[in-house]
């Protein structure tokens, strides 16, 4: 018997099968709660890849913008 720890809750499980892939929640309902985390935080994690290289000020801080606009 294998104990894991859930990814979602924290808590440790026995694994109560050791066929496929190791299960990396404790309960079903962890594994969905941590399917609507996921997709609630998509939006930002794409907005992040998008933004690549880029400041978190540069990105909101309209002053940056608009150096950037009239810098040059
Ligand atoms: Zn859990």
Redesign the pocket.
Same mark, same amino acid.
């Given at each position: 018997m294998t104990t894991l720890y %859930?990814?979602?809750?924290?808590?440790p499980?026995v694994r109560t099968s050791a066929r496929g892939p190791a299960p990396r929640?404790?309960?079903q309902? %962890?594994r969905l709660q941590m399917a609507v985390r996921r997709r609630a935080w998509a939006p930002w994690i794409e907005a992040g890849r998008a933004d690549n290289g880029r400041t978190e000020t540069g990105r909101t801080d309209p002053a940056a913008w608009g150096r950037r606009a009239f810098g040059s």
């Open positions: %859930c990814a979602c809750c924290g808590r499980f929640y404790c309960s309902d %962890c």
